[in-house]
């Protein structure tokens, strides 16, 4: 790298991870509605939270781009929006693995290119990534199995 032009395929891949946190976002933001919609409270605040986070990686990531001299570009990413609780919590877990998978995928980019500051960003994503958001989504659904829908529900009132 020379000044502070980045790598084109770094900056190719951060506008790939980019619409990855966009679509979550938006992801997200229609299941926290739902949660809304039908009651479940707790689940709307932290499904909402989550939405904030991931409008927050976005931010990072169009800086970054921005910074390496790229231009952030997001193509449409299709969104999986659950119709019950279950089928909702399992398309977001299968969203955060999917993310956690690209992250490892641009974390050895970044080496190969000896991009340290962006590999330090998306590792940080990561950690975030694995230890909120897919944790989290993983004890909700374990909760399931172990207490019941009706009263992992009744717990969301």
């Not at 781009?65 to 019950?84: H, K, R």
Request: hydrophobic residues 40%; glycine residues 6%; contains cysteine.
């Amino acid at each position: 790298m020379q000044g502070l032009k980045g790598h084109p395929e770094i900056i190719d891949f951060m506008n790939e991870l980019l619409a990855g946190e966009l679509a979550a976002r938006d992801q997200y933001f229609i299941h926290s509605r739902m949660y809304a919609e039908w009651g479940y409270n707790k689940l709307f605040e932290r499904i909402d939270h989550e939405m904030d986070d991931e409008t927050g990686h976005a931010h990072d990531f169009i800086r970054r781009i921005l910074i390496l001299g790229g231009t952030p570009i997001s193509a449409p990413t299709a969104v999986n929006i659950g119709s019950n609780v279950v089928d909702m919590l399992k398309n977001d877990l299968a969203l955060e693995l999917e993310v956690q998978a690209n992250l490892k995928k641009g974390i050895a980019l970044c080496e190969k290119h000896q991009d340290y500051v962006t590999r330090e960003l998306m590792i940080e994503q990561l950690k975030d990534t694995e230890e909120d958001h897919a944790h989290w989504l993983e004890q909700q659904l374990r909760l399931i199995d172990i207490i019941g829908l009706q009263n992992y529900l009744q717990s969301q009132v």
